[in-house]
Structure formats: structure tokens, C-alpha cells
């Protein structure tokens, strides 16, 4: 999202399932990725996420967790510029339980 965007009042319901063929290497109920993206050198605003929700049940791919990445119920990584608030999620989350992980994060949230 561009700089000094916003997401709000917004909620997802279902399944999200992250795979290896997937193209993403992050999975959220809602989002993937949240992350500020502005020009090179300029300091701008954050991307606000506010009011929103997930009901979605989030997995990771167990077959190939090595390949995986985060996992949340909510966002599956927030980065550097990105603000979360008044937010929840209710979802099953899941990550990758296969002996080859790499420690991926997963969490009921982020």
C-alpha cells in the first residue's frame, strides 16, 4: 500500500491456506503483507490498519514448511511503517508442523 494509506472497517471469513506453489511466502486471514511503501529517502506517513477483523482459519503448508513463511490469523508480517489497531481475529491458525521447518513465525494475530 502506498504511503499514508489506510485499511479500515474491512474482515474476511473462510480459509486461507499458504503452499508452496503459492507464489507468497506470508499468510494472514486478511492480509499477507503489510508494509508502508513510499519513495526511496522520503519519510512519509504509515499505512493505518484499524477496525478490521478475521473469522478465516489460516494454514501452513505442512508438506513443504521450509518453503513457507509467517503465518497470523490476521496479518501473516507487519513491517516497518505499518499501524494496527482497535483489530481482532477469531480463526483456527495453523503453521507448518513438518520436522524440516525453519522456525517460521505463527501467531493468533501476527
Known amino acids: 500500500m502506498l504511503?499514508?494509506?489506510?485499511?479500515?472497517?474491512?474482515?474476511?471469513?473462510?480459509?486461507?491456506?499458504l503452499t508452496s506453489?503459492?507464489?507468497?511466502?506470508?499468510?494472514g486471514g486478511l492480509?499477507?503483507?503489510?508494509?508502508r511503501k513510499?519513495?526511496?529517502g522520503t519519510v512519509g506517513s504509515p499505512l493505518?490498519?484499524?477496525?478490521v477483523y478475521s473469522h478465516s482459519s489460516?494454514?501452513?503448508?505442512?508438506?513443504?514448511?521450509?518453503?513457507?513463511g509467517d503465518?497470523?490469523?490476521?496479518?501473516g508480517?507487519?513491517?516497518?511503517?505499518?499501524?494496527?489497531h482497535n483489530s481482532y481475529s477469531l480463526g483456527k491458525v495453523n503453521g507448518p508442523t513438518s520436522s524440516t521447518s525453519t522456525q517460521r513465525g505463527v501467531g493468533g494475530l501476527i
Open 77 to 84: 508480517i507487519i513491517n516497518s511503517g505499518a499501524e494496527l
Open 31 to 35: 492480509i499477507g503483507v503489510a508494509e
Open 48 to 51: 493505518v490498519i484499524q477496525q
Open 58 to 68: 489460516v494454514y501452513g503448508d505442512s508438506a513443504n514448511a521450509g518453503n513457507t
Open 38 to 40: 513510499g519513495g526511496v
Open 71 to 75: 503465518v497470523g490469523g490476521l496479518i
Open 3 to 17: 504511503d499514508g494509506s489506510s485499511l479500515q472497517k474491512s474482515h474476511s471469513e473462510g480459509t486461507v491456506s
Open 21 to 27: 506453489t503459492s507464489g507468497s511466502r506470508f499468510a
